[in-house]
C-alpha cells in the first residue's frame, strides 16, 4: 500500500484503530493523537450516513483548527466468523470522487490491468460490452474471458507492449464482444499508471465505439464513389447496373433496379397510375455467383402490388423499410416463392429491406430495392437517408442516359428524314453510299450527302458536314442540304452555288437566325458530272478533296483547292473541272472517314487511298471495305461516303445542230429532229419533239444572240435543249386573247415533264424533259 494514501481503519464501533502517514498529511493529527478515539471527534460536522453509504464528502477539523472537506470511501471488512469487524476509510479532495464516478459512469469502456493482463477494475460500460459484473472479472487474466480472434489477440499484444515498454498506445481495431451480435468499429487507447515514485502499476484503457461514425464514412465513401463510378456512360441500362454494382456487397446482399417501361423508350413520362405501374427488370445482383435468387430475369416485366415496399415507395416518393416479419415482406418472399420455386433456398434470411424510388427533375423513373440476409444488421433511418441521397444521384444519371438516348433517337430519325431514302433515278452514274452515325456521347452529327439530277442528263453530287453533334445540328444540315437542292435547281456551277450558300450562312448568322450555323460551322463539297462530255466540275467549301479512281488505275485526291468554310464570308471558291473515262469511280466523303487524332494527316491519306485500292465487285463492296479498312468498331465522328462510277452517254444518244438566226430554217430544223426520232425508234414522240423544237428554236431566233445550237438526248427521259449566247432567262406568261405571240413556253410547259433554263459560259440553255414512251 502506498504510505502517501491517507487511510483510516476504524472498528465496529467507530474508534479509530489505524492512521496513515498521508492521513497524518492531509488532516495535521499523527497516529498517536488519534488511534483509540472516536472518529467523530475528529469531524467538524455530524457525518452518521457516510459509512453506510460506503462514499461521500465529510467535514474534518485539520489539527491547526480550520475546517476541510474531504472525499472519503469506507469499505466495511468482517472477522473470522463473518460479523462486520469495521472499515477500511480511505480519504482525498472531493475531486477523486468525482474522478472515481466520472470512471463508473462514462459512456465509453474503460478499464484497468495489472502487468499481468488481469483485470482490476471495470466501468459499467465495459461491463455491458463483457456481459458480465467487475466482480466476475476482477483478477481474470483477459486471454481467459475471450475468444481466440485476430482482433482479441491483437488487444493483448497492445496490452503487453504498454505494460513492458511504458508508452501509450492508440489504435483502431474493427472488433466485436461477448455481447455484440456483430463486429464494431473501436478506437482504442491504452496507457501506463505509475505510483509516485514512478513505477509502473498497472496499464489503463479507454474503448470508444466509432461504428456508427464508421458506417456514416461507409456511407459517404459510397457517395463519392458513386460520383465517379455511376454514369460513366450515357446508357440506360449500364447505369442501373452499376448503381447494383456499387451497392452489393457492401451495402446489400441482394440489389435490384426495376425501371418505368417507357423509360427504356423514346416517350415523355405518362402519370403513374395509382393501382401499380408496369415494371421493366433491367439489372439485379447478389453476394451469391449467378444470382441463384433472383426470381425475374433481366428484361423480364413485372407489376409489384400496391401494397408491397417497392409500390409504395414509388407511390410515396421516399424510402420504405420494411422487416422480415413484416406482413408485406412476407407476401413479397411468397410471390417471389411461387415465381422462382427453384430459388426460394436462396432467398431464406431476409431479414431486412429497402426500397428507395428513383426520381429526377420531379419525375419517377423506377425504383431500387436492397436486401439483407447474411449482414447482420437491418437497415434504419440512416440508411434510408443514405440510400435516398444515392438513388437521387443515380436516377440523375439515368434520366441524363435517357434523354440522351431520346435526343439521340429523334436526331437520328430527323437526320434520315433528311438523307435521300432512295436516290432518284438517272443515268449519268452507278452510286452506292453510307451513313454511320458515331458512337460517341456528344450524338448524331450534321454530316450529309445527296444526288441530285440536273438538266442536260447531268447530276450532282453532294456532300457536306455541319460540325457539332445533336439535333440542332442534325436541323443545320437539313437547311443546308434544302438550300443547296434549291440551288442546285437554279443550275448553277459549282463555284457559283457555293458562293450563294455562304451569303445564306452569312446572312442567317447576320439576323440571328441562323447563330447555330455560325457557331457550329459547315463545309461542303459540291460536284456536277456530264455524261456527254464525261467532265467532273468541283468546288469545295473547307472540304476534304474527293478520291478519283481511273479504269485500271490507283486511287488519287483530286488535286483542289479546298476554300474556306460556309459562313466565313467574303472569299472566293475555285472550281475544278476534270475529265473522265467512262467507269471512273468517284469517291466523296466526310472527314469522319480520315480520323487525324491518332496519326499524322498525311499517315491517314495514305491509309484511305489504299482502302479504295482494295479489289470490290460492286460499290457497295467497296463501301464497305473501305469503312472496314479506316474505321475502327465505334466511330468518333459521323461518316458519310458517297461513291459514284461514271458512265458515258455516247454519239448515238446524243444529236446536235447549228441553227442560223433565220425563221426559215426552223422547218429544217424540226425535221431533222423528226428523222432523229425515227432513227432512235421514238416515232410516237415525235409530234410533242417537234412542236417543242419548233417553239425554242423560234425563241432563240427572235429573242437569243447567235450562235444557236439545238441538241437531243436520248437518255432515261427524251431531252430537248437549245442554246444561244444571250443570258436574258424567259419566263411563262400568260397571252391575252387577241394576243399573236407568248404561248410558246406555256404550250412546252404543258407538253413536257418538266423544263427549264440554265446560264453557260457562252449564254444561256433552254431545256425540256419528255418521258420516254413505253416499250
Known sequence: MDPAVAMALLDARGTVTGWSEGARSLTGHRAPDVVGRPAAELLA???????????????????????????????????????????????????ATLAAQAFEQASMSMSVFDLQQRYLRLNDAACKVMGTSEAALAGRRFPDTVGDADYYQGFLRHLREVAETGRPVRYESFAGAPTLHREHLWSIEMWPLRAGSGELTAVGIAAFDNTEQYWARRRLA????????????????????????????????????????????????????????????VAHGSTRPGNPGAALAIGEKHVYEPALAPARALREGRAVLSRADDPEVVRWLAERDARSPGGSRYRQGVHSVLAVPLRARGTTLGVAVCVRMAHPDDYGPDDAVFAEELASRAAVCVDNARRFARERSTALALQHSLLPSGLPGQAAVEVAHRYLPCGSVAGIGGDWFDV?????????????????????????????????????????????????????????????????????????????????????????????????????????????????PLGVGGLPFEATEREL???????????????????????????????????????????????????????????????????????????TWDVPPDPAHVAVVRQAAGERLTAWGLEEAAFVTE????????????????????????DRALICEVSDASSTSPHLR??????????????????????????????????????LPEG
Request: a negative charge.
Open 581 to 655: 473515262p467512262e467507269g471512273t469511280v468517284v469517291g466523296l466523303f466526310t472527314d469522319g472517314l480520315i480520323d487525324y487524332r491518332d496519326q499524322d494527316p498525311d499517315g491517314a491519306a495514305d491509309g484511305l487511298l489504299r482502302a479504295f485500292d482494295g479489289p470490290a465487285g460492286s460499290l457497295d463492296d467497296l463501301c464497305d471495305d473501305v469503312l472496314k479498312a479506316v474505321l475502327s468498331d465505334q466511330p468518333r465522328d459521323d461518316v458519310a461516303l458517297l461513291l459514284a462510277r461514271t458512265r458515258a452517254l455516247g454519239a448515238d444518244r446524243v444529236a
Open 45 to 95: 460536522e455530524p457525518a452518521a450516513t457516510t459509512l453506510a453509504a460506503g462514499s461521500g464528502v465529510i467535514a474534518l477539523r485539520h489539527r491547526a483548527g480550520h475546517r476541510i472537506e474531504l472525499a472519503v470511501t469506507a469499505c466495511p471488512v468482517a472477522g473470522a466468523d463473518g460479523t462486520p469487524a469495521g472499515y477500511v476509510v480511505t480519504a482525498g479532495p472531493p475531486g
Open 691 to 714: 412542236l417543242v423544237v419548233s417553239e425554242l428554236v423560234t425563241n432563240a431566233i427572235r429573242y437569243g444572240e447567235p450562235p444557236i445550237r439545238l441538241r437531243l438526248i436520248r
Open 734 to 771: 400568260r397571252a391575252h386573247v387577241y394576243d399573236e405571240g407568248g404561248r410558246g413556253l406555256l404550250l412546252v410547259a404543258q407538253l413536257t415533264r418538266r423544263w427549264g433554263s440554265r446560264q453557260t459560259a457562252e449564254g444561256k440553255t433552254i431545256w425540256a424533259e419528255q418521258p
Open 452 to 564: 441530285i439530277p440536273l438538266s442536260g442528263g447531268r447530276v450532282a453530287l453532294v456532300v457536306g458536314d455541319v460540325v457539332g453533334h445533336g439535333i440542332r445540328s442534325s436541323a443545320t444540315m437539313g437547311r443546308l442540304r434544302t438550300a443547296v437542292r434549291t440551288l442546285a435547281d437554279v443550275d448553277l456551277p459549282p463555284d457559283e452555288l457555293l458562293t450563294h450558300l455562304d451569303d445564306l450562312v452569312t446572312h442567317l448568322a447576320a439576323d440571328g437566325s441562323g447563330e447555330e450555323i455560325a457557331e457550329l460551322g459547315a463545309t461542303c463539297l459540291y460536284a456536277v458530272y456530264d455524261p456527254v462530255s464525261r467532265r467532273l466540275a468541283m468546288a469545295a467549301a473547307g472540304h476534304p478533296a474527293p478520291v478519283v479512281i481511273l479504269p485500271g488505275g490507283a486511287a488519287e485526291f483530286v488535286p483542289m483547292t479546298a476554300g474556306p
Open 222 to 281: 459510397l457517395l463519392n464513389e458513386a460520383s465517379a463510378g455511376i454514369g460513366t456512360t450515357l446508357d440506360v441500362v449500364r447505369t442501373a447496373e452499376e448503381l447494383v454494382e456499387l451497392l452489393v456487397p457492401r451495402y446489400a446482399d441482394f440489389a435490384s433496379v426495376d425501371l418505368l417501361d417507357w423509360v427504356l423508350g423514346a416517350e415523355e413520362p405518362p402519370a403513374l397510375p395509382d393501382s401499380g405501374a408496369e415494371m421493366r427488370r
